[in-house]
């Protein structure tokens, strides 16, 4: 018997859009997102999935994108954890920055190698600018020490699958069916156990927003199927 793992990257926010480094910035769905979210819906009650628990992170686009999914396929009822450990991956110093802009700055390479790279940090929050950010109700309640300046996929990596071993992978091994609503690289590191790909591979990864990504995995959680709905 398999066992279902579907992970969503939240629907276009309005940073998407506008074409900024987004991060732990706290940004809306635009309209096309929440479309994209209940789409997202429709497809898993379309293929009739069913699911036991939903987890989230702790940022509003992708929290709207769980409770759109839900709700669309019928299952508002599911219990769903939030946790800041499957936050989208912190840009640091880029966070409300043009990317288009950065690149012209910058150069195209090195975004690329920000936006991409497993193991590059890209410039740091100011020490004022991490105070502040630690500050907001959303982050208050976590120790100051686990709010990064920035980070890159391996760091992200490494606050993501504590969460993953811990709560996530428990159930999928009681045989329960999971909804993880995150962001593109908190899912692209998920993947990256998950699929067991390399530091050079992972750069080539992209999670399309508001499309499920079924995996279905066997008694040991090695990947039998993965698909898109």
Same mark, same amino acid.
């Given at each position: @018997?398999?066992?279902? %793992?579907?992970?969503?990257?939240?629907?276009?926010?309005? =940073?998407?859009?506008?074409?900024?480094?987004?991060? =732990?910035?706290?940004?809306?769905?635009?309209? *096309?997102?929440? /479309?994209?979210?209940?789409?997202?819906?429709?497809? $898993?009650?379309?293929?009739? $999935?069913?699911?036991?628990?939903?987890?989230?992170? $702790?940022?509003?686009?992708?929290?709207?994108?769980?409770?759109?999914? %839900?709700?669309?396929?019928?299952?508002?009822? +599911?219990?769903?954890?939030?946790?800041?450990?499957?936050?989208?991956?912190?840009?640091?110093?880029?966070?409300?920055?043009?990317?288009?802009?950065? !690149?012209? *700055?910058?150069?195209?390479?090195?975004?690329?190698? =920000?936006?991409?790279?497993?193991?590059?940090?890209?410039?740091?929050?100011?020490?004022? /600018?991490?105070?502040?950010?630690?500050?907001?109700? @959303?982050? !208050?309640?976590?120790?100051?020490? +686990?709010?990064?300046?920035?980070?890159?996929?391996?760091?992200?990596?490494?606050?993501?699958?504590?969460?993953?071993?811990?709560?996530? !992978?428990?159930?999928?091994?009681?045989?329960?069916?999971? %909804? +993880?609503?995150?962001?593109?690289?908190?899912?692209?590191?998920?993947?990256?156990? %998950?699929? *067991? $790909?390399?530091?050079?591979?992972? @750069?080539?990864?992209?999670?399309?927003?508001?499309?499920?990504?079924?995996?279905?995995?066997?008694?040991?959680?090695?990947?039998?199927?993965?698909?898109?709905?």
């Amino acid at each position: @018997m398999t066992k279902k %793992l579907v992970l969503v990257r939240h629907g276009q926010s309005e =940073w998407n859009l506008a074409n900024k480094f987004t991060g =732990w910035v706290d940004v809306n769905l635009s309209d *096309k997102g929440v /479309e994209e979210a209940k789409e997202a819906g429709r497809k $898993i009650k379309e293929a009739g $999935i069913k699911f036991d628990y939903a987890h989230t992170s $702790i940022l509003k686009r992708a929290i709207k994108t769980c409770n759109f999914a %839900l709700e669309y396929s019928d299952q508002l009822f +599911v219990p769903v954890e939030k946790s800041w450990r499957l936050n989208e991956r912190h840009y640091g110093a880029l966070q409300g920055l043009n990317k288009a802009e950065t !690149a012209e *700055k910058y150069g195209d390479e090195q975004v690329h190698i =920000w936006r991409r790279s497993y193991d590059t940090l890209p410039p740091e929050l100011s020490a004022e /600018e991490k105070e502040r950010q630690a500050a907001l109700p @959303m982050f !208050a309640h976590l120790p100051k020490d +686990v709010i990064p300046g920035a980070e890159n996929l391996k760091v992200t990596l490494e606050r993501v699958l504590p969460y993953y071993f811990d709560k996530i !992978a428990p159930q999928l091994l009681e045989g329960d069916t999971v %909804l +993880v609503a995150a962001h593109g690289n908190s899912l692209r590191a998920l993947a990256k156990h %998950l699929e *067991k $790909i390399s530091d050079d591979d992972i @750069m080539d990864l992209e999670i399309p927003t508001g499309q499920p990504l079924v995996y279905e995995l066997d008694d040991e959680l090695n990947v039998v199927k993965k698909y898109y709905l």
